[in-house]
């Protein structure tokens, strides 16, 4: 006990909390990681920092799909050798893929790296911290050896470790709570011959679904509108619940009934395991969009089966038109790989020819980028250069912004609910600037807002900042291929 008065001990200036920089990179799994290791740090002392030099710890979560992603981490880190000296109390991390890919190297190139941990192992960040500070020697958390002959035991071990980031879940109390993530699987077992995920996050893990719509039911009285599920394989989600299996659609189901949630998406969805209920599921519960992000990676059956994905151009095609039949006005996404081992120039007209087919909303175009590790990677050449795979790349994103845009002008006058998520691009980068939030230029003199559609369409619209969180009716009065630009009508309300 202090011997100062109290009214002295009552003036004593509060300890100040440490700052933490935390960048992610990569997918949206990687984004909720972010967020529940944030959740732990404040719980520790902790809170957020902008610039990276004045952070008492950096922590780089990071991707390994691509080596542009691995090379920006590279970058990132060199740039903290001058600070890490002028601090030598700081603590610089890397978590992710990237560290459970390649832990040697990292500490090889990077000797200031002092933290390294992969995916499964973030839950231990908060002890690895304290381990550092009391020894100052590197703390290392990795995940055991991923491959098919992992025993049923270690598995249930590992999914035990990765839970418990999960269940820590606290959402920061000054974060715009409107839009969630929630994971419900982890890991992936189908071993694309071009892909590092199996082999930085397991094999494929499903959570349980009394948890995951407990998480949804914690969200929802937090204020959370719109909660997205996450996974690798997010259609393949299957866990026993009393002897029996519980799979994709019924959950859907579940969280649906929960009072408060309005919307429901999930990505990212794998081909090859679609089940005909989730149409069905899309089609008639009321939270669920009508919003379906399915890659494909090629258009050539030949480089499928290179790839192994295990399924046709023609099952993938037939899937979508029963998409299309079974959920009105469905909107479709994909992913593109280009340049892949062995990719010919008709195998990319093939690609091209697909998507002229398949008429998607939009696609994400990725040029081919052999990770080591991979069954690509050992057997194949890659044998595309790089000038190829450039021009591939501009086609194909060419070719489905002719598509995009043609389709979004069809909706002029039409009229979509709109979730408003905030400020525009526009207004924020004003306010940042500490202008007038006001945007003049092809506006009338009001802040700029914007939202997405059921169907995940953007759209920029002027009104006022109380929307922020309600659902709208918008009148589309122009279109791009990116954005629809429209006018407020009325307030949308679901009775719910």
């Given at each position: 006990m202090?011997?100062?008065?109290?009214?002295?001990?009552?003036?004593?200036?509060?300890m100040?909390?440490?700052?933490v920089?935390?960048?992610?990179?990569g997918?949206?799994?990687?984004v909720?990681?972010?967020?529940?290791v944030?959740g732990?740090?404040?719980?520790i002392?902790?809170?957020?920092?902008?610039?990276?030099?004045r952070?008492?710890?950096?922590?780089?979560?990071t991707?390994s799909?691509?080596?542009?992603?691995?090379q920006?981490v590279?970058?990132r880190?060199?740039?903290?050798?001058k600070p890490k000296?002028m601090?030598?109390?700081?603590?610089?991390?890397?978590?992710?893929?990237?560290?459970?890919r390649?832990?040697e190297?990292?500490i090889?190139?990077?000797p200031?790296?002092?933290?390294?941990?992969?995916?499964n192992e973030?839950?231990?960040?908060p002890a690895?911290?304290?381990?550092?500070e009391e020894?100052?020697?590197r703390a290392?958390a990795?995940?055991q050896?991923?491959?098919?002959?992992?025993?049923?035991?270690?598995?249930a071990l590992?999914?035990d470790s990765?839970e418990?980031?999960?269940l820590s879940?606290?959402?920061?109390p000054?974060?715009?709570?409107?839009?969630?993530?929630i994971?419900?699987?982890?890991?992936c077992d189908k071993f694309c011959?071009?892909c590092?995920?199996?082999?930085?996050?397991g094999?494929?893990?499903?959570r349980?679904?009394s948890i995951i719509?407990?998480?949804?039911?914690?969200?929802?009285d937090?204020g959370t509108?719109e909660?997205t599920?996450v996974?690798?394989?997010?259609n393949?989600y299957i866990?026993?619940?009393?002897?029996?299996?519980?799979?994709?659609?019924?959950?859907?189901s579940?969280?649906d009934?929960?009072?408060?949630?309005?919307?429901l998406?999930?990505?990212?969805?794998?081909?090859?395991?679609?089940?005909?209920?989730i149409?069905?599921?899309m089609?008639?519960?009321?939270?669920?969009?009508?919003y379906?992000?399915?890659?494909?990676?090629?258009?050539s059956?030949r480089i499928?089966?290179?790839m192994n994905r295990?399924y046709t151009?023609?099952?993938?095609e037939?899937?979508?038109?029963?998409?299309?039949?079974i959920?009105?006005?469905?909107?479709?996404?994909?992913?593109?790989?280009?340049g892949?081992c062995?990719?010919?120039?008709d195998d990319?007209?093939?690609?091209?020819?697909?998507?002229?087919?398949?008429?998607?909303k939009n696609?994400?175009?990725?040029?081919?980028?052999?990770?080591?590790?991979?069954?690509?990677?050992?057997?194949?050449?890659?044998?595309?250069?790089?000038?190829?795979k450039r021009?591939?790349?501009?086609e194909?994103?060419?070719?489905?912004?002719r598509i995009?845009?043609?389709?979004n002008?069809?909706?002029v006058s039409e009229?979509?609910e709109?979730?408003v998520?905030?400020?525009s691009k526009a207004?924020?980068k004003?306010?940042?600037?500490?202008?007038?939030?006001?945007?003049?230029?092809?506006w009338?003199?009001e802040s700029?807002l914007?939202?997405?559609?059921?169907h995940?369409?953007?759209?920029v619209?002027?009104?006022r900042?109380?929307?922020?969180?309600?659902?709208?009716?918008?009148k589309i009065?122009s279109?791009?291929?990116?954005?629809f630009?429209?006018?407020?009508i009325?307030?949308?309300?679901l009775?719910r």
């Amino acid at each position: 006990m202090s011997d100062l008065p109290l009214t002295e001990r009552n003036q004593r200036p509060a300890m100040a909390r440490k700052k933490v920089y935390l960048e992610t990179m990569g997918c949206q799994m990687n984004v909720l990681d972010s967020e529940l290791v944030m959740g732990q740090l404040r719980r520790i002392g902790y809170e957020l920092e902008s610039d990276m030099t004045r952070a008492d710890l950096v922590l780089l979560n990071t991707c390994s799909v691509r080596d542009h992603a691995e090379q920006k981490v590279l970058s990132r880190l060199g740039s903290l050798t001058k600070p890490k000296l002028m601090n030598p109390d700081m603590i610089i991390g890397v978590m992710g893929c990237m560290a459970e890919r390649d832990p040697e190297s990292l500490i090889e190139k990077m000797p200031h790296v002092e933290l390294i941990c992969g995916p499964n192992e973030l839950n231990k960040i908060p002890a690895m911290i304290g381990e550092i500070e009391e020894t100052r020697s590197r703390a290392v958390a990795l995940s055991q050896d991923f491959k098919r002959k992992t025993t049923p035991l270690e598995r249930a071990l590992d999914y035990d470790s990765v839970e418990a980031l999960d269940l820590s879940r606290e959402p920061d109390p000054g974060q715009n709570s409107l839009q969630a993530y929630i994971r419900v699987q982890r890991g992936c077992d189908k071993f694309c011959t071009y892909c590092i995920v199996p082999f930085t996050r397991g094999l494929e893990r499903s959570r349980p679904a009394s948890i995951i719509v407990e998480e949804a039911k914690m969200l929802a009285d937090r204020g959370t509108k719109e909660i997205t599920l996450v996974g690798q394989t997010v259609n393949s989600y299957i866990h026993q619940e009393s002897g029996l299996p519980i799979k994709f659609a019924e959950l859907l189901s579940r969280i649906d009934e929960i009072p408060g949630i309005e919307r429901l998406r999930f990505v990212t969805s794998f081909p090859g395991d679609f089940d005909i209920e989730i149409f069905e599921a899309m089609r008639d519960l009321p939270t669920v969009c009508e919003y379906l992000h399915i890659p494909v990676q090629s258009g050539s059956d030949r480089i499928l089966k290179l790839m192994n994905r295990q399924y046709t151009v023609g099952e993938y095609e037939e899937l979508i038109g029963k998409a299309r039949e079974i959920v009105p006005g469905i909107t479709l996404a994909s992913d593109f790989i280009v340049g892949f081992c062995g990719e010919t120039e008709d195998d990319h007209e093939a690609t091209k020819e697909l998507i002229e087919r398949c008429q998607f909303k939009n696609i994400f175009v990725f040029k081919y980028s052999p990770r080591p590790g991979t069954a690509s990677f050992k057997g194949k050449d890659n044998d595309v250069p790089d000038k190829v795979k450039r021009r591939r790349n501009v086609e194909l994103l060419d070719l489905q912004e002719r598509i995009s845009l043609a389709n979004n002008q069809s909706f002029v006058s039409e009229v979509f609910e709109v979730l408003v998520e905030g400020p525009s691009k526009a207004a924020a980068k004003a306010r940042e600037a500490e202008e007038s939030p006001r945007v003049q230029v092809g506006w009338r003199n009001e802040s700029q807002l914007v939202g997405r559609t059921r169907h995940d369409r953007i759209v920029v619209f002027e009104g006022r900042e109380e929307l922020v969180g309600q659902l709208v009716s918008v009148k589309i009065t122009s279109a791009t291929a990116l954005t629809f630009h429209g006018d407020v009508i009325e307030p949308v309300s679901l009775g719910r």
